[in-house]
């Protein structure tokens, strides 16, 4: 199992590595392996009995370890010491400033890449342009307590994709970095692809304890299926197939009694938008808009704060041993007149307790929640290709109870985390984001271990 230790950096001309007192070897190392750099060195355990480990600044210059870091995790190994992991961070939008190097997002960045030491792990950003193929070598950017700074690192042990957008994940560029390093250097990449709300949908269908908590979802074909829907369950969504942040959802409300339609969707602001009939209002809200490109997705009649719709936020991570947490939960209570819980819609963002004020109420929802986040991350897993290591869940909760999943998210966004008492839960998130790269790269290990066997 690896470990986490303290390492320290000692000035010495010779390639040499103190590993700690308590770390056993079946055989006596003679190289160190730090991402994809393997340097032949003198391998000796800590006089004395610390637990600690030692390397000179000749190694260090030789892995092209950084000399800021002050914990790195140990991991078991016949024949080589393997300190690490060396995690890549994979984004794009790049500035020339060096205070700010990859834009408004660098705050974000800075955040994550600060946990190193408190994880043991080596985490760097880097984009496509900072990749030197010839030398196996990255400029990656890191965090340290004087700031950004840039340094040459080998290839890392995982990558953990945070490219923003569908558009930056689909440029050539960006296919080719995942495929070369995937391919032809055995790198996992962890969270790869932003997930298409249908895509998820179909998949889970058949899935026993996933389908507990899907709503009736479908591409848009007809305005005989809409009606047909409102006159199921008085109101439904038409979003975007591949949307985020709430942008393009419209909520079409059926009034019986009146036989009129309503519209309440969020451009520049809110709009709410009375018509005598379907027909009149898609040929005027959706003129301009491409509605082969959307889903219609069953309305639920949410639990309410103040007569304001509430939607919850569920984050779900893996942690050092590849298990699923369930890392943050809190309430999203909409703004008015709003179709979504969104913050920049005017949505504003509660604790669980602060949306039930009764303890039992707390548990109650808390519980159900969690097992409908738990059940969806592995059922998502099963039937979603790639490596997931962490999931944004939208659920809704109906009048009786019920769990609705809305939306699931390989990107989530961080918007609760603006809360004063979510700021533990924003720590714990970044935490196990980058705790999972060490399963990751002991599970890589064994893999090669056996290979070689």
Not at 141 to 169: A, C, H, M
Not at 323 to 341: C, D, E, Q, R, Y
């Amino acid at each position: 199992m690896p470990k986490r230790y303290k390492i320290e950096f000692i000035e010495q001309k010779d390639l040499i590595c103190y590993y700690p007192a308590s770390f056993t070897t079946i055989e006596s190392p003679n190289e160190i392996v730090f991402g994809s750099k393997v340097v032949k060195c003198m391998c000796k355990k800590q006089p004395n009995g610390r637990n600690i480990i030692s390397i000179s600044s000749a190694l260090a210059e030789q892995l092209c370890l950084p000399t800021f870091i002050t914990a790195i995790t140990l991991f078991e190994s016949d024949k080589y010491l393997v300190l690490g992991p060396l995690i890549g961070v994979f984004s794009s939008g790049f500035t020339k400033f060096s205070v700010k190097p990859i834009g408004e997002r660098s705050s974000i960045f800075s955040k994550l890449l600060s946990m190193h030491s408190s994880v043991g792990v080596v985490p760097f950003l880097f984009g496509e342009e900072h990749i030197d193929w010839e030398k196996k070598l990255i400029k990656g950017f890191f965090f340290t307590k004087e700031g950004w700074t840039q340094l040459t690192i080998p290839f890392p042990n995982v990558i953990y994709d945070r490219l923003p957008n569908r558009r930056s994940e689909k440029l050539k560029t960006s296919m080719l970095v995942k495929d070369k390093l995937e391919k032809e250097y055995f790198i996992p990449w962890y969270n790869p692809g932003f997930f298409n709300k249908l895509d998820v949908y179909e998949r889970l269908f058949n899935d026993r304890k996933a389908i507990l908590y899907l709503p009736e979802t479908a591409p848009f074909t007809s305005f005989d299926q809409i009606e047909r829907m409102l006159s199921k369950y008085g109101h439904i969504y038409i979003k975007p197939m591949n949307g985020s942040l709430g942008l393009g959802v419209h909520q079409i409300i059926l009034d019986k009694i009146k036989n009129s339609y309503y519209c309440r969707y969020h451009d520049s602001k809110n709009h709410l938008l009375k018509f005598p009939s379907l027909e009149a209002l898609i040929n005027h809200v959706f003129a301009n808009k491409n509605l082969d490109r959307m889903i219609v997705q069953q309305g639920i009649s949410l639990l309410r704060d103040k007569r304001r719709p509430i939607d919850f936020r569920v984050h779900a991570n893996k942690d050092e041993h590849g298990n699923w947490h369930i890392s943050a939960m809190a309430a999203k209570v909409a703004g008015l007149g709003s179709p979504t819980t969104h913050v920049k819609n005017g949505g504003e963002i509660k604790t669980i307790e602060e949306v039930f004020k009764d303890k039992e109420e707390q548990i109650k929802y808390k519980k159900r929640l969690e097992y409908a986040a738990l059940d969806l991350a592995n059922a998502i897993e099963k039937h979603l290709d790639g490596i997931i290591g962490e999931i944004g869940f939208d659920f809704g909760i109906d009048n009786k109870g019920n769990v609705w999943l809305f939306e699931a998210n390989s990107k989530p966004g961080r918007s609760i985390f603006a809360h004063p008492n979510l700021k533990e839960f924003d720590l714990l998130t970044r935490k196990l984001t980058l705790s999972y790269s060490i399963y990751l790269t002991e599970k890589f290990l064994n893999k090669y271990r056996e290979l070689s066997i």
